[in-house]
């Protein structure tokens, strides 16, 4: 899944991983949401409340809106609006069910799946969704020009599509897949493209997407704003939604704005509805009554540290075990995120499938007397500089970073130095961090996940992807084959197991520093009602008014 | 020779003791108050470059866990900044990455600039054509983002920073040594020096170079304070020193996030960078009136 990864906030996120797919809209439970207004009064407004615009800002402009051809954050975000899903995850049973397919079935041993698609859905150019549409869709993905931008790497696992009426569609796959299923609920990256349109569009079908989403797109002027338009004809809304029909306003302008200060601006003077904002600022919207600040926690970790077991020092598990007890994490959540995070023990976060809820019992603590007897240990001994030295070479490691993680790199700095250790911070941008990490030329990178399903460490840890997202070029035999066994376990109480196992081996060889979790801020103006964000932080309008 | 030169020169403005004219104007300055006040402000900055560190009650790069953003208190005399750092300890230890900077990059700008100014003066034909070609290519950037291409070649640095500041300036200190030389080279005494085979070296080095030395010590004095501001420039952009180093344009960098909820932050960095740029400009303008001979009763 990828890939939405890096960045406090979402800043644009280029992986490319096989397994890496994305989330979707599975739910919009409790955490998520703070429902407006009272519900009478809201049900009430919610039947005569039509038209008006909404406005959101955006931190990053996406590449492309060709899901085929982008893995950014930023495309996901738009192009959620202007699609649909096969399937979607109930978020009060977390159950997967069907969507754009009526109904659908596995076959027993795994490998063939079923959908029966749904009657009457149209694309926005007119044209009727059918089994075909799908076929022809899945094959662009998956084609060899474009897999590798984006999802067709998580298709591959397809064999074959067939199918045998308009509204039959039948995958066989090589093996069986836990992780499919997700997949499929995606109503971005996984939505039926109109393949007339890509045909009609030449090259620029990137800039002109044809969904089957409640929203169209109208234009897009760079480096200022997206504009989509309702969709008149939606009528085919996920169940959990109140609103069945097409969205409620007619527009919604998605304006770039890069820096948050700047946000917050938009937000006082009106020109905006809707923003993320870092903690200290989401902070002084708490107590304005013209505005709501939801709040969530975002699945997955907000900040980690890679070590690059390809550097000699840190194959020495002392000394990797001694950087993971000089961090004070409690400190970077305190000052980073004015202390609106959680601290991560393991490489994955607690609300995430497959987390061991008795991981506190194994993890590191904050303990640099410890850290300093391991590389005492280890032969590194203390010079005249205060910094340890062993064989006339010093405990010299250079950590990658990127300017929004100034502080918490600082920080890591000091507390490294605290123990011996000289680090040098070096600031890059995500790409050029990407160069370096890929060509393995680095001590600790600083990096951040948020993802849907534990398989995410698949791309960040399988041997099979050093050179790519697996950074720390981890190559170890238990942690492979329980990342494989974990992508083809169907019952979940198995699978469950299989990632406590694995976070006990993560933890036990330091590959990672894991540091936090962070919460994640929506401001909305109260000129806009029923907005609702799913478990993994995307905006969903299908029940936004304007008042 | 110098008293060739002394007696050549046109009107009282070059005629005086050139080679160390900070001796020469000493007098002068007295009487600007201004100037005096520039002087006296620098002289303090200079002093607290040198003993900064030792004066600073905390060390600059180290975290206090329990008091990140914490306004001015007798513990923080200027408050503390995100990662609980001193701010006043910062603001210290600062003076002299940024003073050593300016002047490093100073340094390369006089000595490029001079050479090349010099020579294309002196030579003349093809060559001046040449340099004063490149120089005006490069005049055509503005500097910083002169220096912002540099940096991005070089890599983000302190010592990078210092190169480009210096480096980016160059094409207009030349242009100025070209200018002040051609009115040397056009004055008798040079005339006469070359018509009786004197060697070009010793000419530059004795009649061009002592007599064009006022005029770009008060050139050199502006072009500090343009590179401290650049200095600082590079480092709120985050391509001048690396962080933890306490640079002034650094810190307003990390500060500016801050504004409405620490205004310490980016408000006292930013008096640092505006009170020492103000008195090096100060300063400058009161030198150039002194050496100015329009403004010479």
């Known amino acids: 899944m990828g890939i939405r990864k890096r960045g406090p906030f979402p800043i644009v996120s280029i992986v490319l991983s096989c397994f890496v797919l994305l989330a979707i809209v599975s739910g919009c439970d409790a955490p998520a949401t703070k429902p407006g207004t009272d519900e009478g009064k809201k049900d009430v407004n919610i039947a005569n409340q039509k038209g008006g615009t909404v406005t959101v800002a955006i931190s990053s402009e996406p590449d492309t809106l060709d899901v085929h051809k982008s893995t950014a954050l930023s495309t996901e975000g738009v192009a959620l609006n202007l699609g649909a899903a096969l399937l979607y995850r109930d978020p009060q049973t977390n159950e997967v069910k069907p969507h754009l397919a009526e109904s659908y079935s596995i076959s027993d041993d795994g490998k063939t799946w079923t959908f029966r698609i749904r009657k009457g859905v149209t694309f926005h150019d007119g044209t009727l969704l059918t089994a075909q549409a799908y076929k022809r869709t899945f094959e662009r993905a998956m084609s060899p020009e474009i897999a590798p931008k984006?999802?067709?790497?998580?298709?591959?696992?397809?064999?074959?599509i067939k199918t045998t009426d308009d509204r039959t569609l039948i995958l066989e796959?090589?093996?069986?897949s836990a992780t499919l299923l997700t997949y499929f609920t995606s109503a971005s990256w996984m939505q039926p493209l109109s393949?007339?349109?890509?045909?009609?569009?030449?090259?620029?079908?990137?800039?002109?997407?044809?969904?089957?989403?409640?929203?169209?797109?109208?234009?897009?002027?760079?480096?200022?704003?997206?504009?989509?338009?309702?969709?008149d004809a939606y009528r085919w809304a996920t169940p959990f939604f109140?609103?069945?029909?097409?969205?409620?306003?007619?527009?919604?302008?998605?304006?770039?704005?890069?820096?948050?200060q700047t946000a917050v601006a938009a937000l006082e003077s009106g020109t905006i509805d809707i923003a993320d904002l870092p903690a200290k600022d989401a902070k002084k919207f708490k107590n304005n009554n013209r505005f709501t600040v939801l709040e969530q926690i975002k699945r997955g970790l907000g900040l980690f540290v890679e070590l690059n077991l390809k550097n000699e020092i840190l194959q020495d598990k002392n000394v990797r075990k001694a950087l993971q007890m000089a961090v004070k994490k409690e400190a970077i959540v305190q000052s980073h995120l004015q202390g609106e995070g959680i601290v991560a023990d393991g490489p994955l976060p607690a609300n995430l499938f497959g987390y061991d809820q008795s991981i506190a019992q194994y993890a590191y603590k904050y303990n640099p007397e410890e850290a300093m007897k391991l590389l005492e240990e280890a032969g590194w001994k203390?010079?005249?500089?205060?910094?340890?030295?062993?064989a006339g070479k010093p405990l010299h490691l250079?950590?990658?970073?990127?300017?929004?993680?100034?502080?918490?790199?600082?920080?890591?700095?000091?507390?490294?130095?605290?123990?011996?250790?000289?680090?040098?911070?070096?600031t890059l941008e995500g790409s050029a961090v990407d160069q370096l990490t890929a060509a393995g030329t680095f001590d600790l990178a600083l990096d951040g996940y948020v993802a849907d399903d534990p398989d995410i460490l698949f791309p960040f840890m399988h041997s099979s992807q050093i050179g790519g997202m697996n950074r720390s070029a981890i190559h170890d035999k238990t942690i492979d084959s329980l990342l494989e066994k974990g992508q083809v376990t169907m019952k979940s109480d198995d699978r469950a197991k299989i990632y406590e196992d694995l976070q006990k081996r993560v933890v036990e060889e330091a590959f990672w520093i894991p540091i936090y979790t962070e919460k994640r801020f929506v401001v909305v103006n109260n000129r806009v009602q029923g907005l609702m964000l799913d478990p993994s932080g995307l905006k969903l309008y299908q029940d936004v008014w304007v008042k | 020779m110098n008293e060739v030169s002394k007696t050549a020169v046109h009107g009282a403005t070059h005629a005086k003791s050139p080679i160390f004219p900070e001796f020469a104007f000493w007098g002068k300055i007295k009487k600007q108050r201004a100037a005096k006040l520039s002087l006296v402000v620098l002289?303090?900055?200079s002093a607290i470059g040198i003993v900064g560190p030792w004066i600073a009650p905390y060390d600059p790069t180290e975290s206090n866990y329990d008091a990140f953003l914490q306004g001015p208190s007798a513990k923080h005399v200027l408050g503390t900044d995100a990662i609980g750092r001193d701010l006043l300890s910062r603001i210290l230890y600062g003076t002299r990455v940024t003073l050593v900077v300016a002047v490093m990059a100073v340094g390369i700008t006089v000595a490029a600039g001079t050479m090349i100014g010099v020579i294309s003066a002196y030579v003349g034909g093809f060559i001046d054509h040449l340099l004063m070609r490149i120089m005006d290519i490069l005049l055509a950037l503005p500097g910083i983002i002169l220096a912002l291409a540099i940096v991005a070649a070089l890599g983000p640095s302190q010592t990078n920073a210092m190169i480009a500041i210096g480096i980016s300036s160059i094409p207009s200190f030349a242009r100025l040594t070209r200018a002040a030389t051609l009115v040397i080279m056009s004055s008798g005494y040079v005339e006469a020096s070359r018509s009786i085979g004197t060697p070009s070296w010793w000419i530059i080095l004795f009649q061009v170079l002592p007599n064009i030395t006022n005029v770009l010590f008060v050139y050199m004095t502006l072009f500090v304070g343009g590179a401290i501001l650049d200095t600082a420039a590079l480092g709120f952009i985050?391509?001048?020193?690396?962080?933890?180093?306490?640079?002034?344009?650094?810190?307003l960098n990390e500060g500016k996030d801050y504004l409405s909820d620490a205004w310490w932050l980016a408000t006292y960095p930013g008096l640092a960078i505006t009170i020492v740029v103000l008195a090096v400009n100060r300063l400058g303008d009161a030198l150039r009136d002194i050496f100015d001979p329009r403004t010479q009763k």
Not at chain 1, 213 to 219: A, D, I, L, T, V
Not at chain 1, 382 to 390: D, F, H, M, V
Not at chain 1, 398 to 423: R, T, Y
Request: net charge positive.
């Open chain 1, 150 to 160: 984006g999802v067709g790497m998580v298709l591959g696992i397809i064999k074959s």
């Open chain 1, 173 to 176: 796959l090589n093996e069986p």
């Open chain 1, 195 to 231: 393949v007339d349109a890509v045909q009609k569009s030449g090259g620029q079908y990137g800039r002109n997407p044809v969904g089957v989403g409640p929203w169209k797109m109208e234009s897009w002027k760079s480096g200022d704003s997206i504009t989509l338009i309702q969709n």
């Open chain 1, 242 to 260: 109140k609103n069945q029909g097409p969205p409620r306003p007619d527009k919604l302008v998605l304006k770039l704005i890069r820096n948050p």
């Open chain 1, 382 to 390: 203390l010079n005249a500089q205060g910094i340890r030295e062993k």
């Open chain 1, 398 to 426: 250079e950590l990658l970073s990127m300017e929004a993680w100034s502080q918490p790199a600082q920080l890591m700095q000091g507390m490294f130095k605290a123990i011996g250790v000289d680090v040098k911070i070096i």
């Open chain 2, 43 to 45: 002289l303090l900055i």
């Open chain 2, 238 to 251: 985050g391509l001048g020193a690396q962080p933890p180093t306490p640079e002034w344009g650094t810190m």
